[in-house]
């Protein structure tokens, strides 16, 4: 089991923002906002079809738990279409080989994917991904609409998989 490694929390100011926390359990969330714009500007790559990724990061203990992101790797060899994406045999096998190569020191810390013109939200089969791959209870999941420009942040909370409760406009 991963224990949150002691760190103290990122300045909100410059290199990462915020993002909020809806539920007492839950842990807060920070994205380094290089980051973010990294994964805003990849969302808008192709909005005919869902894009996914990685978030790469720590799990740490300031005065209580939180996670960073820190890096995003685009999820290679995916299929996807206008309202799927599915993450084959080969996007796990590249992640992994990426992330250990280029980003030892970090953990998998959730996962990315877009909603083109279908806003924030988990489908059913977003949720089993979920489930099934980012067990954790710090693990997260980012849900990006590159057409309306709004991006929303999913994780645990108990046995249950909740909205974090805001929904972020790009350029707000």
Known sequence: MIHPDPKPRPQVSGASCTLGQRNEDAVAIYVRESVLEQILEYSEQDVSRE????LL????LDETPYVEIRYFLEAVDARSDAASLTFT?????SMTRDATQRFP???IVGWHHTHPQLRVFLSGYDLFIHRHFFKKPWQVAMVVDPVLQEFGFFQWSGNQIVDCGFTCVRGH
Do not use: Q
């Open 89 to 93: 045999h080969e996007t796990w096998a």
């Open 105 to 107: 020191d970090e953990l």
């Open 51 to 54: 894009l996914g990724g990685f």
């Open 57 to 60: 990061g720590g799990y740490h």
